[in-house]
């Protein structure tokens, strides 16, 4: 990846519903003292308004960097800007339809081509089901092409309370992927799980 001072990482939010996980993965990222480059496409307005009460503008204000979904001249839409990769989240079938045949339209998909071609880690949080033959085969084209399909489940050995902690729960395993542990994730062995409760009671 070169020398880079401070870890970048892109997050693209798509039009699908779940917009709650990449406004989470921002909030991640500057926990993390992780450079966050935002961009959202233009379906995504609708489902902030809908499920967040939220802008554009508003969650752009929560990324370090935003671009326009339209700015194909932006840094990264280039191989050469250094970054640790890109999560999509939440990933619509479309985006990762368009990513998988590398015909991009818009930034978000250039970007996502662009983490491809140089290796970096690309993951997308898919949100659809039921799933249909064309949605698998298209998952196992950009599997062979090394993105990491992640679609969201909630993970109940984790116990979650709230809605929140299943979203954090789904965002955090994501951010595993790219070497980042956020704090919020409850981990198997270490706080739940038989191992967990052995080391409580010693």
């Not at 752009?60 to 989240?89: C, K, N, W």
């Amino acid at each position: 990846m070169g020398r880079m001072e401070t870890p970048r990482l892109i997050v693209g939010i798509s039009g699908a519903s779940g917009v709650a996980y990449g406004v989470r993965a921002l909030a991640a990222c500057r926990e993390l003292g992780v450079e966050s480059h935002l961009v959202v496409s233009r379906a995504s307005a609708q489902t902030l308004a809908e499920e967040a009460g939220l802008t554009i503008a508003d969650v752009q204000a929560r990324a370090d960097v935003s671009y326009r979904a339209g700015e194909v001249g932006a840094a990264i839409a280039s191989g050469s800007f250094p970054t640790l990769g890109m999560i999509v989240a939440p990933c619509s079938v479309r985006t990762m339809s368009e990513i998988a045949t590398g015909v991009t339209s818009s930034l978000l998909t250039r970007a996502a081509d662009v983490t491809l071609k140089e290796r970096r880690p690309l993951v997308l949080m898919v949100r659809e089901t039921p799933l249909h033959l064309g949605h698998l085969r298209t998952m196992v084209r950009l599997a062979e092409m090394g993105a990491v399909i992640a679609p969201p489940l909630p993970a109940f050995y984790a116990r979650p309370k709230t809605l929140e902690e299943m979203v954090d729960q789904s965002v955090g395993r994501a951010l595993d992927l790219f070497g980042l542990s956020w704090t919020p994730v409850k981990r198997w062995g270490r706080d739940i799980g038989p191992l967990a409760a052995a080391a409580d009671e010693d």
